[in-house]
């Protein structure tokens, strides 16, 4: 099939032309997208760029920690890029710009930063003041970190064009821990990556240090993530030997200024894996010996080290079950061992048994009873729904059961189940609907990110994790706009009251143009790309229609009992006459999930079973109502790649041709998805698909061939 682009399909117009002799020579051409979001393009737009220039000639730094010195390079590049000329430091306080601790700051002056007291240690404040008849920005820290988070904070106004005048903001993070969870290994291969190889090259390191590294850490620090796992949670023992925690140790250093602290992910069997003993058995002796010596070793090297991450008993992982003893057991035997150093584990909640019964239960089933019962270090890990990353799952129960438990909440960024690196997701819109859930903890309104951030429960620990995207291709992600998942997961890690609107916005504007009709054109195609994609891959709380192994495109025959459909109807019955999931919710959910007329239509077929003639909203049947989406999800990405059209002029030709080609790829795919899933069930349910409805691209002779080809495509495997 060759696919070829809406655009590239249009004739050259007239306006076209014009464009291309006039406009085009003045955009930027051919933006390898390794700049991210922190691009700080030079201002076109003059009578801000005035404004920032009269403002910002000179800036000035309390202090000289890494970290300050960092803050104070990024204001050079930063304003050095958008203004084209030097911004000129000068000696303390005398700037137009002051980065400074709050405890450094004159005495006349901290009176005009109330302190409610006590400011959080990564919060900071900018401000405009009126001094001796001029005006000076401050930007005020706590801590060296707050004033790096300040100085991320004021060059966005800027990027994003705010105004200067009357600046009053202070700002906080909301959760304490904001995480990017790598999934690479040690080969360098990234499971569930899809942007290349691994940006961590283990074989030069420690003496050389990459520049990416050094930019990996300003992207993250910027949106305010504060801690990494650096390697996959199916971890190799090897990364706790000392070959490679010295590896570690100089990409602590390169992290350290940027506020940024290392996890690393550990193999539970590791002391026998790496030392004669012939037990991993957390009870015995010389086990936790090997613990605490490998942590005392570890922190000599790294005093500031974070701690763990564990998958244990886990997709064939192992973990303290193999010796008939729990996860409280291993994670506690773990901790005791960390918190001698002040550090912290994280131990994750995805389990399943695998042996037939209905396994998005498995996680509720195996902790729920284990609230209170772990070390104050230890926080549970859990993904986001019940079961594994799907499109759309309802939140996992265990948000609300672990009221005694620091529970961080796991999303993932890489786009395993909604489209790879090849197709459009704003994955934001999962995020939001997810924290903005009622879980309906004590009968109340409880949102999940109440739940997350300790509001409600008040948990001592809180956070939020996100498996990275990111590898080594030059543009960081693959696709651009995949670029956006990992900017909107740190913003809203930092404060989830943000909007999914707000933040495409932001990232836009640092991105990609400033025309004010393009970024809205563009937030519209954003704010829609994950309904689309549901609509198309699994909608109306389908799951697991994806190919097994790889997941990447349609195999809806393949694990028929995740969607159960035959010639009566189709979907999971999760109900109390089924495997009765909805117990695992408090009331009144429990009973809106139960009840099929109260159910959310799109979460539907997660927890009913039905016949397919049953009655939607719609006026349609189930059937139609189905055949419904899949073509409204192939239309929604048609309009997309129109709304991308429509921007072209605003956009760096690169940038909009990858885009532009990967769109129609995703339009391509989005067909063979809806192709593939209607006919299969249109096979097993005896049920034509409407005539109203497209005639499919794929017929059966196509699809077989389309799969066959997937299977084949090197970067659609998974890199274990
Ligand atoms: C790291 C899913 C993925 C696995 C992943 C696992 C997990 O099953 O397919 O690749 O393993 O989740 O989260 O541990």
Redesign the pocket.
């Known amino acids: 099939m060759i696919i070829s682009t809406t655009c590239s399909k249009r004739s050259l117009c007239f306006s076209g032309i014009l464009f291309l002799f006039t406009i085009l020579p003045f955009l930027s051409r051919g933006d390898d997208g390794y700049r991210l979001w922190l691009k700080y393009d030079k201002i076109t737009d003059t009578a801000y760029y005035s404004m920032c220039q009269q403002h910002l000639q000179t800036f000035s730094i309390v202090g000289s920690s890494k970290t300050l010195q960092v803050a104070a390079k990024e204001i050079k590049k930063g304003f050095g890029g958008m203004l084209a000329t030097n911004i000129k430091e000068v000696s303390s306080g005398d700037g137009q710009l002051i980065l400074t601790k709050y405890k450094d700051l004159h005495t006349h002056l901290k009176k005009q930063f109330r302190q409610d007291n006590p400011f959080h240690e990564e919060g900071y404040f900018i401000r405009s003041i009126e001094e001796e008849g001029k005006r000076k920005i401050f930007i005020v820290g706590q801590e060296d970190i707050g004033v790096l988070y300040g100085t991320f904070h004021f060059l966005r106004t800027v990027q994003t064009r705010g105004r200067l005048e009357g600046l009053s903001i202070r700002n906080a993070p909301k959760l304490q821990w904001r995480m990017l969870n790598h ?1 690479d290994n040690l080969n360098r291969t990234v ?2 990556g899809y942007a290349g190889q691994s940006i961590w090259k283990w074989d030069e390191l420690p003496d050389k240090i990459d520049e990416r590294y050094i930019d990996y850490a300003r992207a993250n620090s910027s949106i305010g993530i504060n801690a990494v796992a650096v390697n ?3 971890a190799s023992p090897h990364i706790l030997t000392q070959e490679y925690l010295e590896k570690l140790a100089a990409l602590a250093d390169v992290f350290r200024p940027y506020g940024i602290r290392l996890f690393i992910s550990i193999n539970f069997a590791s002391p026998t894996a790496l030392s004669g003993l012939s037990t991993a058995d957390p009870f015995e002796p010389a086990v936790q010996r090997w613990w605490n010596n490998k942590i005392d070793e570890i922190y000599t090297i790294m005093p500031d080290f974070a701690g763990f991450l564990v ?1 244990a008993n ?2 064939g992982q192992p973990g303290p079950q193999d010796y008939g003893r729990t996860h409280v057991d291993g994670a506690n035997v773990l901790a005791r061992s960390l918190a001698r150093h002040n550090g912290i584990l994280i131990w ?1 909640a ?1 389990v399943y048994e695998n042996k037939g019964n209905d396994r998005v239960k498995d996680p509720y089933d195996e902790f729920a009873s284990l609230d209170g019962q772990f070390l104050p270090n230890v926080f549970v890990q859990t ?1 986001n729904g019940p079961l ?2 799907q499109p759309r799952e309802p939140h996992s129960p265990l948000f609300g059961a672990l009221a005694s438990t620091s529970q961080m909440m796991e999303f993932q960024i890489t786009q ?1 189940y909604t489209g790879f690196s090849t197709h459009l997701v704003y994955l934001a819109k999962l995020y939001k609907e997810v924290l903005d859930s009622n879980t309906y903890t004590d009968g109340q309104q409880a949102s999940v990110a109440q739940i997350v951030d300790g509001t409600l429960q008040g948990q001592s620990m809180t956070g939020m994790a996100g ?1 990275s995207n990111i590898g080594d291709v030059q543009n960081w992600t693959g696709h651009l706009f995949a670029q956006a998942n990992w900017y909107a997961f740190g913003r809203l890690a930092w404060d989830h009251e943000l909007s999914s609107k707000q933040i495409a916005k932001e990232w836009i504007e640092m991105t990609l143009t400033h025309e004010p009709k393009a970024v809205e054109t563009i937030v519209a195609i954003m704010e829609g790309s994950y309904e689309h994609m549901v609509n198309y891959m699994m909608p109306l709380g389908l799951t697991v229609l994806s190919s097994e192994g790889h ?1 990447y495109g349609p195999q809806p025959w393949r694990r028929t009992g995740f969607h159960n459909a035959n010639k009566e109807g189709i979907g999971y019955n999760r109900t109390s006459t089924g495997s009765n999931a909805v117990a695992q919710y408090t009331e009144p959910l429990q009973r809106k999930y139960e009840q099929v007329e109260t159910c959310p239509e799109a979460l539907l077929l997660w927890f009913h079973h039905l016949p397919w003639s049953y009655q939607m909203q719609s006026g349609r049947t189930l059937w139609e109502e189905l055949c419904f989406k899949y073509n409204d999800g192939v239309e929604g990405v048609r309009q997309m790649q129109q709304q991308w059209c429509a921007v072209r002029q605003q956009i760096d030709t690169a940038t909009f041709e990858q885009v532009d080609r990967l769109l129609a790829e995703q339009e391509d795919e989005a067909v063979w998805w809806r192709d593939a899933c209607l006919e299969y069930f249109s096979q097993v349910s005896k049920l034509a698909i409407p005539a109203e409805y497209e005639v499919p691209r794929y017929k059966e002779e196509d699809l077989k061939k389309k799969e066959k080809q997937s299977q084949n495509l090197k970067h659609y495997s ?1 890199a274990r």
């Open positions: 999934w499971e569930r996959n949670v199916n998958k886990s997709e994750r995805f993904k594994d990353f395993e498996v997941h998974v």
